[in-house]
């Protein structure tokens, strides 16, 4: 159940009960006000009957007593209705009565007897009739003097039940138009003061769930709702600020991260010293690469490289001057080579170049290339080398023509790099030229 | 301030004996109301001697009954037959009735012990009470069921007469000195109306009876008549053309003739004239034959000297203007 219908339910039965009440009460007054009036002017009929009476019930003028009767029940009496009107002597016989074929005959019912002995006025329900009965009286100093009679009225309720009924619905139809304003108003102002604040802030939070951190409530209503969403304003500002402080550093430490990974799959791919990739990458790369030139029916050629007595030159100048001496022949090769190659080192003083769409005498021809430019290159103390200088020999064989696969390829450029020792060193070979 | 303990109690005393004399004094006044209220009229019918006056002790062998002759009409002593019958067989004596002309002279019989009983006009009881101060009212007349009756001044319906100033100048005929309805309220009624009855009106004359006065008005040798409403009804019921009047005054309230009984008669006789009386209305079959000699009685009423204590009080204002009562 809603905040909207518990206190709209609870608005309209506290208007309910209220007006219900109001209702009895109101009821309860008119009919205790509208009995008093009528038997105040059943009284007040009575009283101006007696007096009438009087004179012609002395003179025993029957004609008289009729002819006051008559005058006095034209009177407009306005809301009593009267069922009959009559007088009757000391012995309870009528002498007048609204019906008159009760002329002559004895009164003997339960009021006309309670009237007839009673001295002063007598007041009863009985049924839809209100009775009430004056003795006739002559009195002196007020005392009674003389009895001649007694004047009765009835008058009917019906009309008082009716008009009660009437009230009713009325006051049904008053309580039911105040309820009904009620609610409507009741149910305007609980939409302005309670629904219309929770559902902006429904809708901020809302928007907040779904990460809209921007979301704000704007609330003129001076109260508790007011203040409550400043708060929520005051949290989503904090949240907004500590999200993207979080973010900031989500990617922040991202980058380092990637930073670090692309860092440490080139240190697994990469030969430390020379900075060419390593025997790891070249196994990975020369098997993927004969696939694709498979599937693209593309040539590829492998170079192997081998220094010449590079055991003569450590032994003579050291490792430390080997290593540089490797530096720079990679160095070297990476100059001459174009960025789709990869030249790996692949053990020791042996070098791999795998070039991905290269034929074999495109590939010849840089192999003859790069051991130019070695030979070419003066490196500290190669003088003291057998040959005189430092010099690299170079396997050259292309797939398909020398190979099926990488396995084969490598063992034909292998077998040509062999050749090429056999053959004197300083030269490129391949596995045609076996 | 240092106030002694002596002074302190008897301030409390003075408190508490002032608040008892309150209590008692408003306890004495309650109980004297009370009283007063309940007794009022049984007092007027006790046996005891008050003021002096001795219980009578008189029981004659017939009660003579006077009163004036207005009350039967044109009828003499024997048309009363009916009502004299019922009352002898009441009380036990025989009744005769007197007939007067006059209340003057109805008042000197009962003073002279020439009438046991007297049915006297309100005035004519005050001044009797004054002349007979043990004279006690048995009972009031009621007349059509009333115990009170108001005097009318009557003018002929084509006299320029519609206000009383317009009776400056003009003659009024009263009935007598000792006619409450045709004397003391019309005059009592031409003072509240700011009129002196000697010196703003043109002349008063006195015509003795109501038949009279009524017919004086009609016939133009008086402008106006204090009378009362049954002497209008009796006149129009003699033939008089009532029709032609007009009324332009009503008085104040009158009490209506008392039955008294002289003060000699025993006590006895007098409860049973009482009880006789208390009979003796037009409820009863035998109450209206009794009563059909009486012109418009149809009953009596328990009374007091008091209930004529207006009429005193009335006498008093006329008083001052000197005339004869």
């Known amino acids: 159940m809603s905040i909207r219908s518990k206190v709209l339910a609870s608005a309209v039965g506290s208007a309910i009960v209220m007006a219900v009440a109001l209702h009895a009460l109101f009821l309860w007054e008119q009919q205790k006000a509208r009995y008093r009036d009528i038997e105040m002017r059943a009284r007040a009929f009575l009283a101006m009957l007696a007096v009438g009476v009087l004179e012609p019930m002395s003179r025993n003028d029957q004609q008289g007593v009729d002819a006051v009767v008559a005058g006095v029940a034209e009177q407009d009496l306005e809301v009593v209705d009267i069922a009959y009107v009559c007088v009757l002597d000391n012995q309870r016989v009528v002498l007048t009565h609204t019906d008159p074929s009760l002329f002559g005959t004895v009164m003997s019912d339960h009021f006309s007897l309670l009237a007839a002995g009673a001295p002063d006025v007598v007041v009863r329900e009985e049924g839809d009739l209100l009775l009430v009965s004056k003795p006739i009286v002559t009195r002196v100093h007020k005392n009674p003097a003389i009895r001649w009679g007694t004047a009765i009225v009835a008058v009917r309720l019906h009309k008082l039940k009716e008009e009660q009924k009437i009230a009713l619905m009325r006051f049904l139809l008053g309580s039911l138009g105040i309820s009904i304003t009620l609610v409507l108003v009741v149910g305007w102002m609980l939409r302005r003061i309670v629904l219309l604040p929770i559902k902006k802030l429904h809708q901020a939070a809302s928007a907040f769930t779904v990460g809209d951190y921007s979301a704000r409530i704007v609330l003129k209503t001076r109260d508790e709702m007011e203040a409550l969403a400043d708060t929520f304003n005051e949290m989503a500002r904090e949240i907004q600020s500590h999200t993207r402080h979080l973010e900031e550093t989500i990617r922040e430490r991202t980058k380092e991260l990637e930073e670090a990974n692309k860092k440490l799959k080139e240190l697994a791919t990469t030969d430390g010293l020379t900075g060419l990739y390593n025997y790891r990458f070249f196994e990975e790369t020369i098997r993927m690469e004969v696939r694709r030139a498979q599937r693209q029916g593309l040539p590829l050629s492998l170079l192997m490289i081998d220094l010449d007595h590079f055991k003569v030159y450590n032994d003579t100048h050291g490792h430390q001057m080997g290593d540089e001496v490797l530096k720079t022949v990679a160095r070297i090769m990476k100059y001459r080579l174009r960025s789709t190659d990869f030249p790996c080192r692949y053990g020791g003083e042996e070098f791999a170049i795998i070039l991905p769409g290269t034929g074999f005498e495109e590939a010849m021809k840089l192999a003859e290339e790069v051991r130019g430019l070695v030979e070419a290159h003066p490196f500290p103390g190669e003088e003291k080398q057998p040959e005189g200088k430092l010099t690299i020999s170079i396997g050259v064989a292309t797939y398909p023509y020398h190979a099926e696969d990488e396995i084969s390829l490598v063992r034909a450029a292998d077998m040509a790099l062999y050749t090429a020792k056999q053959k004197g060193r300083n030269r490129v070979e391949s596995p045609g030229q076996v | ?325």
Not at chain 2, 290 to 299: K, N, Q, V
């Open chain 2, 1 to 325: 301030m240092v106030v002694s303990a002596d002074i302190i109690i008897a301030e409390r005393l003075k408190r508490i004996m002032l608040k008892r004399a309150i209590f008692v004094v408003l306890v004495v006044t309650l109980a004297v109301a009370c009283s007063d209220n309940r007794t009022g009229i049984a007092r007027a019918q006790g046996a005891t001697a008050e003021n002096g006056c001795k219980e009578g002790s008189v029981v004659p062998e017939k009660l003579r009954f006077g009163l004036a002759g207005y009350w039967g009409g044109m009828g003499d002593e024997k048309s009363f037959s009916p009502f004299v019958d019922m009352l002898s067989k009441s009380v036990g004596i025989p009744i005769e009735i007197k007939l007067f002309d006059a209340y003057e002279s109805l008042v000197r019989a009962l003073q002279s012990g020439e009438l046991e009983i007297a049915l006297l006009p309100p005035l004519a009881y005050v001044q009797a009470k004054a002349k007979m101060p043990c004279l006690k009212p048995l009972r009031t007349i009621v007349v059509s069921g009333h115990v009170m009756y108001r005097g009318y001044v009557l003018v002929r319906n084509d006299a320029d007469i519609i206000k009383p100033k317009d009776l400056r100048g003009k003659r009024l005929a009263l009935v007598e000195p000792w006619s409450s309805s045709g004397y003391l309220f019309p005059l009592a009624w031409l003072m509240r109306s700011n009129l002196h009855p000697t010196q703003d009106l043109g002349s008063i004359v006195l015509t003795n009876s109501h038949h009279e006065c009524i017919k004086a008005v009609l016939d133009g040798r008086v402008d106006a008549c204090g009378t009362f409403e049954g002497a209008v009804q009796k006149a129009r019921r003699d033939g008089l053309p009532t029709e032609m009047l007009r009324v332009v005054g009503v008085t104040g309230r009158i009490p209506n003739d008392a039955v008294v009984v002289h003060p000699k008669v025993s006590q006895t006789v007098k409860d049973s004239l009482d009880k006789a009386f208390d009979r003796l209305n037009t409820t009863t079959p035998e109450g209206r034959i009794a009563l059909a000699p009486l012109l418009d009685i149809t009953g009596f009423a328990l009374t007091d000297d008091h209930f004529y204590d207006h009429v005193r009080s009335v006498m008093k204002k006329v008083s001052i203007l000197g005339l004869d009562l």
